[in-house]
């Protein structure tokens, strides 16, 4: 089955994460739903193009290792890198596998650091009456 609501996507990401050069394996526990997945690839990782290219082979993949190699009742999430549209695929199913194994060990990366708070953009930056203020000049 495949995860298509943000929530799902949102609530993997707060499991296990397994990096790898690839790819970012995350693997959350889904309360009885069974196996699932989802893949997501960034726009940093280059144009529509090449983000479906790296979606169909990481969907081949998922749906080649996941029936015997995956974790049932859990959500398994593939992030995108900007490393794993070049790799070679028997190397991506490696990589895949030894995360999968590493991820039913319960053996994840350290969590990621936080950002911080975010900060509001200077379009829509407050002034001292309290309105927002554009960033724009007004026209004449």
């Known amino acids: 089955m495949v995860l298509s609501k943000r929530a799902d996507f949102l609530a993997a990401n707060r ?32 144009n529509a193009v090449v983000r479906n290219r790296m979606k169909r082979r990481f969907r081949a993949l998922l749906r080649d290792v996941l029936p015997v190699h995956g ?5 398994h999430v593939l992030i995108g890198r900007e490393g794993g549209i070049e790799r070679d695929f028997a190397l991506l199913r490696e990589e895949l596998l030894a995360a999968l194994t590493r991820a039913r060990e319960g053996k994840g990366d350290a969590p990621r650091k936080s950002r911080g708070p975010r900060k509001a953009s200077p379009a829509n ?13 007004p026209r004449p």
């Not at 974790?71 to 959500?75: N, P, Q, Y």
């Open 15 to 46: 499991g296990l994460r397994v990096s790898r050069p690839g790819f970012v394996l995350l693997a959350r526990p889904n309360g009885g739903v069974g196996q699932r997945f989802g893949i997501t690839v960034t726009t940093r990782i280059g």
């Open 71 to 75: 974790m049932g009742d859990t959500d």
């Open 125 to 137: 930056k407050p002034s001292a009456t309290g309105k927002a203020v554009s960033a724009k000049a």
